[in-house]
């Protein structure tokens, strides 16, 4: 066994749900998605992946980077958010959607996290319902 609880694979599989429906959502409109994309360094000098990268998209030349936080059951997603944050604003190549949602965060972090959202490096934050609209008036 490698370590990883029962319900850290679960977790796991959710979360890997969770971000093949998003890459629907912009493969059905025929934008190239690389996965797990290398971006540069992070605010602790280390090399730093984004969860999807999008290409293709009139509105966002440089790209569009999609990161996918899910979790269904309380634990430390929302205690990463900061960190995220601060690379998206400070390290991140191009604008980035976060798509936060299973129910597992606190809701005052997801609070948090939407309020950081400038319409610019972190363009939005979305539940995966509202990723889908966007996507369908959007693109």
């Known amino acids: 066994m490698n370590g990883v609880s029962a319900q850290g694979r679960q977790a796991n599989k959710s979360g890997q749900a969770a971000e093949a429906a998003i890459c629907s959502m912009f493969r059905e409109r025929h934008y190239l998605i690389e ?4 971006i540069g360094v992070s605010i602790y000098g280390l090399p730093l992946k ?3 990268f999008v290409s ?3 509105r966002f030349p440089t790209g ?5 936080k899910w979790q269904e059951k309380g634990g430390s ?3 990463k958010f900061p960190y995220l944050v601060e690379n998206i604003k400070r390290k991140y190549p191009c604008p980035a959607i976060v798509v936060a949602g299973g129910g597992g965060a ?3 972090a997801i609070d948090w996290l939407r309020r950081q959202a400038d319409g610019y490096k972190l363009f939005a934050v979305f ?4 990723i889908l609209t966007w996507t369908i008036r959007n693109l």
């Open 35 to 38: 996965k797990q994309r290398y």
């Open 50 to 52: 984004c969860d999807l």
């Open 56 to 58: 293709g998209i009139v």
């Open 64 to 68: 569009l980077i999609v990161e996918s």
């Open 77 to 79: 997603v929302d205690e």
């Open 106 to 108: 606190k809701p005052e």
């Open 127 to 130: 539940s995966l319902e509202e």
